[in-house]
């Protein structure tokens, strides 16, 4: 009898011997037509080369301590004054901090500011940080954010402070998070706009700080609204990018009205412009579906290689 037989019992009950008898003739003739047992169910000895590789340094690095967890340890390094080492300051990333040597002995700090609406008191206390604490300038980035460079370790715990202090923040603010939500420049006061986008905008960001599964994406990701105005918001060159439009009366059993558009895949970096998914979303329902497709690259995108997006 062939006893290498994939099923031993039923219902933990031992085979009878005219059980075997007859497994066995049923899987010889299975092997003389060339299938095998684990053409029909996983094989619990030879695993998938994915199970077996190690994963890549920077997926490693998240599994052994989520990035989000180490603020302790930039405290601790700031008792001493002392910079981080390489995982550490892939870590730091998530709290919006930079080390910058060995260019620059010091962190840069970047913020998150949705949409690029910022209030009065809001400027003037970045601006007294970096003047107290840095360099005394702030840069302004492409994605309408503020950046504070030349942080000593033992300042980098009260920036932080004193950003979160007036209703700011640095998370999720590089690596591999969300970046800064990006809208058209004009929102809200643009007479040409079809829609104001910054309610969407700020509702993004609150689902994004809210829930930690944002914070654990196989790469960065940009997502950008565009309301229909004056000054687009080049919505096409991020992963995600959504664009009002009007929808007058058809014979397609639309219901004219504003509508946004979904297009996914825009990366500068590789000269790609996002692609039309060729769908409306209502208004109503633009955040929910960003943040599923979020979700579903999440759960599917690369985890193996740190250039590409997905398997």
Same mark, same amino acid.
């Given at each position: ?6 099923? *031993? ?165 590089g690596a591999d998070n969300i970046r800064n939500l990006t809208? !058209? ?16 905008? !700020? ?15 196989? *790469? ?21 990018? $959504? ?50 497709? $979020? ?17």
């Amino acid at each position: 009898m062939n006893l290498t037989l994939p099923i *031993r019992d039923i219902q933990g009950e031992p085979l009878t011997h005219e059980q075997e008898l007859y497994l066995d003739g049923l899987f010889a003739g299975l092997r003389q037509r060339g299938y095998r047992f684990t053409d029909l169910t996983d094989d619990p000895i030879a695993r998938s080369p994915a199970e077996t590789t190690p994963p890549i340094l920077e997926e490693r690095i998240k599994n052994e301590l989520h990035p989000l967890d180490a603020f302790a340890q930039i405290s601790e390094n700031a008792r001493t004054n002392q910079p981080p080492d390489k995982e550490a300051a892939f870590r730091f990333k998530w709290h919006g901090l930079f080390f910058l040597a060995p260019a620059k002995e010091g962190f840069m700090a970047r913020l998150r500011i949705p949409g690029g609406q910022v209030k009065s008191f809001q400027l003037r206390e970045i601006a007294m940080t970096a003047k107290d604490l840095t360099s005394g300038y702030v840069q302004i980035t492409t994605r309408a954010n503020f950046q504070i460079r030349l942080i000593e370790p033992r300042h980098a715990p009260e920036v932080l402070r004193r950003i979160q202090s007036v209703g700011l923040h640095t998370r999720g603010a590089g690596a591999d998070n969300i970046r800064n939500l990006t809208t !058209h420049a004009t929102s809200g006061f643009d007479p040409n706009e079809l829609i104001d986008t910054l309610p969407a905008c !700020h509702e993004l960001a609150q689902i994004i700080i809210n829930d930690r599964a944002f914070y654990n994406l196989p *790469r960065k990701f940009n997502i950008a609204f565009d309301g229909g105005g004056l000054i687009g918001s080049l919505e096409d060159t991020n992963d995600i990018g $959504v664009r009002a439009v009007r929808i007058l009366a058809n014979d397609q059993g639309i219901e004219p009205g504003i509508y946004y558009r979904v297009a996914l895949g825009g990366a500068t970096g590789h000269q790609a412009f996002a692609r039309d998914l060729g769908v409306l979303v209502p208004p109503v329902d633009v955040v929910g579906v960003i943040a599923e497709i $979020v979700r579903v690259y999440i759960d599917n995108g690369n985890r193996g290689h740190r250039k590409k997006s997905a398997s």
